[in-house]
């Protein structure tokens, strides 16, 4: 080993979806949006007046900050932008998560959490779910070094209730409590109003699943305002201008076509309750899931045969190896066609099996 | 003060060139490109498929990697990229500057490194340029947790003989240097064939000057495949998706046009030697530059004095207040018209004084 390896932060890295880009295929494993984004986005992308791309965009990313906060109804200094959720997250343990307790978040969720926490040496606990693969508010309760969650969680898909979000960050005023509401739009209550009676609330949501632009890289936070100019100070510690100018620009055009996102949104939510369905009467069970993913389990077929039957099919879901969930497999909802494919592959599979 | 206060990582944050957008404006104030992007990038931007939004990007920004490991004849395993060289060093920074030792940066230079080390809690002492604003390669050949500089230096301009660059390198094979080569195609010689010999050198680069995309955020960094891949490691624990896939297309259209590249790269050389003439004609003073700026001082007009009244003409330049520059200005090479009402300025500016 060189000497200068001895310094080099080392870190077990996440590993994110494979990416498979195979004709024909069925892409269920990373919870994209089956609908492309919206026509305004086309729009704004291909009239970009490209010599503007020689400037530096606005680092406070103001059109894109104004345009949420319209969208929301909240204040300019009560968002903050970034480059996709994961940064806005990454951010924010940087910034909020430096106290010598543990924080808390459950064992069952976005598995870039505990990442995190080990690449900025955060000590950490996790709290399991319960058998029904449940947040249990009172694993929160306790002293803690931060909170951080998933509502919608994944894999599960399970949303919590808002009073019991507000049970535990009213029980937290010590210290920083986010909510990661990266699939809040298929389903669940927001607790975006709770952080104008909470100062230490910060929710986070994405472009990536409901607005269709998970390849534009788009995230924000909303809290209040003493919060996000922390956030913006680390920020303009790390990188002034994370945010590129087309990304920008398609990001305000996407918020601004609120009609054409909520009719997508809904025929994915339609889409998911007719599969819920229609697996059930397979045999499969699962939580109900109130995101744009459903995560099943089958009585009689392994999730590790189906995942292996369906690549054969060219149909990818995501299987994660881990204690307590290994025996589920995570199907994003892709369009109606796709979700028929689907179907009768698992038919089949389970036929033979 | 609230009690989740005391936990939350405070900084002095950088502060980035203000960014202006004045009808007329002539902006010389950061460094950008006066020309456009490649007509490829228009090209690719226009036609892009916006369907494809819906999905995630390629997380290895592999189109991107493999051409520049092909423009700059390396393995793609030697290359990373990034949100413009800030993220590229930001990362660097947090990866490999882990020591107790002090990291050694120049007093005069790129002011976000002293910003990244507080950041990170990182130890630094910085080392004064000479009477001639050089750096003097000895004070880096001393115990240290790490070196940066950048070459071409800024504000200064001033580029290093690579042999100098190889000594310091060679005196320090315990630790990560990082050489910083933001501005190296206008006249510097790149450390980049040192990679092969060291296994400790970085070298990083961007768009955002010489390719004239700016508002695009692409940096780019050099090295051998193990740094690489520790960097890799530590991005895919913060953001595994940190490049959009707009960025990542016309990206690659800008490499694959060097055409254009050296055409345009030339004459904002070209502007700058005549622009070093004629300024030196006025009685202004400054170090020879081999970037895209000038850092300028007359005798008997302040900087900041010239600094204020070229704003009153809607011209913007960069000044620092800080102890040994506080009478210079730093001037962006802009077209040769630009350029020329700026010299008209400056003279009316002078003979007024």
Redesign the interface.
């Known amino acids: 080993m ?16 494979e ?1 498979p880009n195979q004709p024909g295929m069925i ?1 269920l494993n ?1 919870n ?6 919206s026509p305004m ?2 729009k704004v ?4 007046n ?10 406070t990313n103001g059109s894109l900050v104004y345009a949420l906060a319209e969208c929301y109804n909240v204040k300019p200094s009560q968002v903050f932008v970034g ?2 959720s ?2 806005v997250l ?1 951010l924010c343990f ?6 010598k307790k543990p924080i808390l978040f459950p064992d069952i969720t976005y598995s870039f959490y505990d ?2 926490a ?2 900025f040496r955060i000590p950490y606990e996790d709290q399991p779910l319960d058998e029904n693969m449940c947040i249990r508010k009172e694993d929160y309760m306790k002293e803690n ?2 909170v951080i969650f998933a509502n919608p969680n994944a894999p599960t898909g399970v949303a919590m209730e808002l009073s019991e979000i507000e049970e535990i960050e009213a029980s937290t ?4 409590c986010i909510v990661d509401e990266a699939y809040i739009d298929f389903g669940g209550t927001s607790a975006l109003p709770l952080i104008e009676k909470y ?2 609330l910060l929710v986070v949501q994405t472009f ?1 699943k409901s607005r ?6 788009i995230g924000y936070v909303f809290g209040n305002e ?1 919060l996000i100019q ?1 956030l ?16 920008l620009a ?1 990001g305000v055009a996407a918020i601004r076509d609120d009609a054409y996102f909520k009719e997508t949104l809904n025929r994915v939510i339609a889409t998911r309750e007719r599969m819920k369905k229609e697996l059930g009467e397979l045999g499969f069970t699962m939580p109900d899931s109130k995101s744009n993913f459903l995560f099943i389990s089958h009585p009689q077929v392994p999730a590790k045969y189906l995942l292996d039957e369906l690549r054969k099919r060219n149909i990818f879901v995501r299987y994660f190896a881990k204690p307590r969930i290994d025996n589920m497999l995570r199907v994003s909802i892709g369009t109606d066609d796709e979700m028929d494919r689907f179907l009768a592959c698992v038919k089949e599979i389970i036929a033979s099996a």
């Open positions: 060189a000497k200068w390896e001895e310094n080099v932060r080392k870190v077990v890295p996440y590993t994110p979806g990416q892409k990373t994209e949006n089956p609908y492309p984004p986005v086309e992308l291909h009239e970009f490209t010599d503007k791309l020689r400037l530096y965009p606005d680092p480059v996709g994961d940064d990454a940087l910034t909020f998560f430096n106290s990442v995190w080990d690449l070094g931060g005023p010590e210290v920083i100062d230490n990536s269709a632009m998970a390849g534009s890289r003493r922390y913006n100070d680390v920020k303009y510690s790390f990188n002034s201008y994370t945010m590129d100018q087309v990304t398609t």
